[in-house]
């Protein structure tokens, strides 16, 4: 699996991560692809909490505890999508257990299942819930499916942003 940043540009003049123009020193973003796939994920993460928590205090009484569920199953889609490495899923590696590559592409189905589940579910909140009975204020409804499309934004990001070295 190649990642997001394989293909990234700058401008016209550059292809492939090789800038002719100067503005982007490639060695530097290679060298931290990892680091800032990471710290990129793990702030989108936490921001899309952030504003669930702020959604719980601000308006707490006003809608369904229910809720809460979409975001804590995109936070467990998001540990098991980025619990496989990519090595793993390719069959490159050694996979000990019953079913082996098998039960780890399962497993990575599941993850992404429970992610778009909740994508789903937030959405689901947002429109049918607030925006189509018109209900307000409405920023739970906002508030929710921002939180977890930023958790899916973080679980896509750290999959695929990040490079495995062959150590």
């Known amino acids: 699996m190649s990642g997001c940043l394989d293909n990234a540009q700058c401008g016209d003049c550059c292809s492939n991560l090789s800038c002719t123009c100067g503005l982007i020193d490639t060695d530097w973003l290679s060298e931290r692809r990892n680091a800032i796939s990471s710290i990129l994920a793990g702030s989108l993460f ?14 707490s009484g006003k809608f369904n505890k229910a809720y809460w569920t979409c975001g804590v199953f995109g936070t467990l ?5 980025n619990a496989v490495s990519n090595s793993q899923l390719r069959s490159d590696a050694y996979v000990p257990g019953a079913l082996g590559t098998a039960g780890t592409r399962i497993w990575m189905v599941i993850g992404f299942l429970c992610s778009f589940g909740a994508l789903i579910g937030a959405s689901f909140i947002l429109f049918g819930e607030y925006v189509y009975q018109k209900k307000h204020p409405s920023y739970p409804g906002t508030g929710f499916f921002m939180q977890n499309l930023l958790i899916f934004m973080a679980t896509i990001i750290f999959k695929f942003g990040r490079a495995e070295d062959a150590y």
């Not at 936490?46 to 308006?59: C, H, R």
């Open 46 to 59: 936490a921001v899309g909490w952030w504003i669930a928590i702020d959604v719980g205090a601000v308006d």
């Open 77 to 81: 889609g998001l540990m098991m999508v």
